[in-house]
């Protein structure tokens, strides 16, 4: 099942729209974009979402994830803290300027910490490269087993920060001239060796998806992983896509 890719379904050039996310035409135009549109794929597959879902997106960002959403289910609630003045114009942005209609998306400013939901709400609960962006995981996730219902399900994609997937990744991000995750070579080292030595991650530093894992099995019945984009090499690939189903 394919994502929707900005060049299919965007009327205008993606570099002619103005975006306060620098990372848009770097991420979903530029020459990695197969790989991150790859995440999709793996989200929207394990989600097999049907049209009379009720979807909620943690941390929409951008909205590109959205336009493979909308026209698949009856109701989506986009969420994210505001980043954007005004809050959510570049989503609104992408779906003015594509041939998806976005009546189903409502755009609702929100901390994934504390979610203004009742309790099971939602068939599906979407947070892809989200958690390792809030410093305090275990109650983001609380609060996604709390608004999912009971045989609903939560698809995570998370980035693989430990061992060699963390060599590859740094060695990108120096080449390319983005943010590192590691400011030391001793920090470096312990990511590699598989013990991030960061205990409170922000911006990816000392972020371990294991952890990830283990959060969602305390919370949910069933967690499965998958590796994204090459499955047959496991944890080598630089992200996992988990499914928890079933809320405890």
């Not at 099942?1 to 770097?26: D, G, W, Y």
């Given at each position: 099942?394919?994502?929707?890719?900005?060049?299919?379904?965007?009327?205008?050039?993606?570099?002619?729209?103005?975006?306060?996310?620098?990372?848009?035409?770097?991420?979903?135009?530029?020459?990695?974009?197969?790989?991150?549109?790859?995440?999709?794929?793996?989200?929207l597959e394990q989600a097999q979402l049907s049209k009379a879902d009720r979807v909620l997106i943690l941390g929409g960002g951008t909205g590109v994830f959205a336009l493979s959403v909308a026209p698949r289910v009856d109701n989506v609630q986009f969420t994210d803290i505001p980043r954007e003045t005004p809050p959510f114009s570049t989503a609104n942005k992408l779906f003015e300027h594509s041939a998806i209609e976005d009546s189903s998306v409502e755009f609702v400013p929100a901390d994934a910490t504390n979610l203004q939901y009742k309790a099971e709400t939602f068939d599906v609960v979407f947070a892809l490269d989200v958690l390792e962006h809030i410093p305090n995981e275990a109650a983001a996730i609380q609060e996604m087993q709390r608004v999912t219902k009971s045989d609903g399900l939560a698809v995570v994609s998370a980035p693989i920060e430990v061992g060699i997937p963390e060599i590859v990744r740094e060695t990108y991000r120096f080449l390319d001239g983005n943010r590192r995750q590691t400011e030391t070579i001793m920090e470096l080292l312990y990511n590699v060796i598989g013990s991030p030595s960061v205990s409170e991650p922000g911006e990816h530093r000392g972020y371990d998806y294991r952890e990830t894992v283990r959060l969602l099995n305390e919370n949910f019945n069933e967690t499965s992983v998958k590796y994204c984009p090459f499955p047959e090499l496991k944890g080598l690939n630089p992200t996992a896509i988990i499914t928890a189903t079933g809320t405890n």
């Open positions: 099942m394919k994502a929707v890719r900005l060049h299919e379904c965007l009327k205008k050039n993606p570099s002619e729209i103005e975006t306060e996310f620098s990372h848009l035409q770097h991420m979903y135009t530029g020459r990695l974009s197969s790989y991150y549109y790859a995440r999709f794929d793996y989200a």
